[in-house]
């Protein structure tokens, strides 16, 4: 855009020249200048839809901006409630885990206090499997008639 500025100064200057010759009251416009002050114009035009459409583009993709802002506002603010809520189960889980290493201590030592000579060890059931029959292979036998 700096580009065009520049470029045009001239003709900026020249259309600058233009309007103060029409306020002053010059009727005669040679046709080269008709053909500039034209030329201007429609680059004007142009410049001015230019602009148009990116004003269009930058307010539609602000637009996005804060709707994908506002997503990213909410997923830190999920993130943030289970971090929190992540937290809370840990702590819930360790208090639990120390409430049952506690009890099975008290229910050990009760047990180990009134039957101390009639505890066995607990034995694991052992697990038969059951053998499996040898699978039996069908021979394949080609008869004449079969071709």
Known sequence: MLIRRG???GRA???GIVMAAMLSGCDY???A???QI???RSELQTVT???AQLQTQMTS???AKDDLQAQVDDLVRTNRDKSAMIASLQSSVTSLQERLVKSSKSATAKVASTKPATVKPATKPSVKTA????VKKKTLTKSPTAH
């Open 131 to 134: 053998s499996k029959a040898p």
């Open 61 to 63: 993709l602000m637009k």
């Open 33 to 35: 200048l008709q053909t």
């Open 49 to 51: 839809m230019e602009k």
């Open 13 to 15: 200057v020249g259309l």
């Open 38 to 40: 034209e030329q201007l």
């Open 29 to 31: 416009w040679p046709p």
């Open 7 to 9: 470029r045009h100064g």
